[in-house]
């Protein structure tokens, strides 16, 4: 099994930054990638970004304003997310699956955490 937990949500103004990190336990190397969604309250679950051994891709919802990156033998995987703004406030969720494909889709993810929130006051 994989065990996911967040870390590093909380409450910032607008135009701030916050640092969320992912720390996998478990069977970590049956894990080839780390992604990031978001879901606010009453929308759709939403692809944030996601990490392989080779490469990184974002959505377009947060586009230019994050970082993603991965510390493989700490087994963690970091999102930086810069000038944040209110609608990006929602509970953040880390992702992992196996595979090749950095995909946007969050039933192509095996593992998930429970969660952080993130809310950007206006």
């Known amino acids: 099994q994989v065990q996911l937990v967040e870390s590093g949500g909380g409450l910032v103004q607008a135009g701030g930054s916050l640092r969320l990190s992912c720390v996998a336990s478990g069977r970590t190397l049956s894990i080839d990638i780390m992604g990031w969604f978001r879901q606010a309250p009453g929308k759709e679950r939403e692809f944030v970004a996601a990490?392989?051994?080779?490469?990184?891709k974002y959505g377009d919802s947060m586009e230019g304003r994050l970082a993603i990156s991965r510390d493989n033998p700490k087994n963690t995987v970091t999102l930086q997310m810069n000038s944040l703004k209110h609608e990006d406030t929602a509970v953040y969720y880390c992702a992992g699956r196996n595979g090749f494909t950095l995909s946007e889709l969050s039933q192509r993810y095996e593992y998930w955490g429970q969660g952080t929130q993130v809310t950007v006051s206006s």
């Open positions: 990490i392989s051994g080779s490469g990184q």
